[in-house]
């Protein structure tokens, strides 16, 4: 009887010596999902995920969070979702109209906010340049 490790065990050192683990981007050329939801993707179809990061800044909030793909189940979930065998939701998805109106609004808003900030910081430089702030 051959001898498999368990989901949680750790890989051997041949293992982890023979592919390297894929990062988000690369992931999301795979896959027809928004690079934001990768790790939730991940977990429906069941890819090992390294997580990096994340740790506690205590007032300043956290750390960012980076992820690593196990490069074999990566492969393998890539056919998996393209059949249409992992239940992913079509805002998280880059091939359906729900996926592109939510990223196309997602950008918007951050295109909006970052025109706000530009026209504020602007309009304080020019009223302390002109002397209407004391």
Do not use: K, Q
């Amino acid at each position: 009887m051959p001898r498999t490790p368990g989901p949680g065990a750790p890989e051997s050192a041949h293992e982890e010596e023979e592919e390297r683990w894929l990062d988000g981007r690369e992931v999301a050329e795979l896959w027809p999902v928004r690079e934001e939801w990768l790790p939730g993707a991940a977990g429906r179809a069941d890819v090992r995920i390294r997580r990096y990061g994340g740790e506690s800044r205590g007032t300043y909030g956290a750390a960012p969070t980076y992820y690593s793909y196990h490069p074999g189940d990566v492969r393998r979930a890539a056919t998996a979702i393209a059949e249409g065998r992992v239940d992913i939701p079509s805002v998280w998805r880059t091939d359906t109209p729900d996926g592109r109106r939510a990223e196309y609004w997602g950008r918007f808003r951050f295109r909006l906010t970052c025109g706000v900030v530009l026209a504020a910081a602007l309009l304080i430089l020019g009223m302390a340049i002109y002397g209407v702030v004391s």
